[in-house]
């Protein structure tokens, strides 16, 4: 398992960027898929955005497709969600997540073992 630890949400104007960071614990980080979900109020948690162990591939809900970018570095045991273009139905706590070992990346919750306690992201019209 990793352990997980999200940072760098806020309030925000709609327009605006935001950079969320995700620093991970173990020496074997690089072997996991990561992803960022997130929660709105009174809606179920959804899948945002998904990288591979490799970040050889990147995976992006529809809702942000264009807007926002996953990254991770490797070296940093850091993932990253850069934010563009903020809308107020971005509104959520944003949640960083590892997959299981050396498993494919997934969009499935379930998939994913490990979870930071989230940060909250607002965004007034």
């Known amino acids: 398992q990793v352990r997980l630890v999200e940072s760098g949400g806020g309030l925000v104007q709609a327009g605006d960027s935001l950079r969320l960071s995700c620093a991970a614990s173990g020496h074997t980080f690089s072997n996991y898929a990561m992803g960022w979900f997130r929660q709105a109020p009174g809606k179920e948690r959804e899948f945002v955005a998904g990288?591979?162990?490799?970040?050889?591939?990147?995976v992006y809900a529809n809702s942000v497709k264009g807007r926002f970018t996953i990254s991770r570095d490797n070296g940093k045991n850091t993932v990253y969600l850069q934010m563009n273009s903020l809308k107020p139905e971005d509104t959520a706590d944003y949640y960083c997540?590892?997959?299981?070992?050396?498993?494919?990346?997934?969009?499935?919750?379930?998939?994913?073992?490990?979870w930071g306690q989230g940060t909250q992201v607002t965004v007034s019209s």
């Open positions: 990288i591979t162990s490799d970040s050889g591939n990147t």
């Open positions: 997540a590892a997959g299981i070992y050396r498993s494919p990346l997934s969009t499935s919750r379930t998939a994913f073992g490990s």
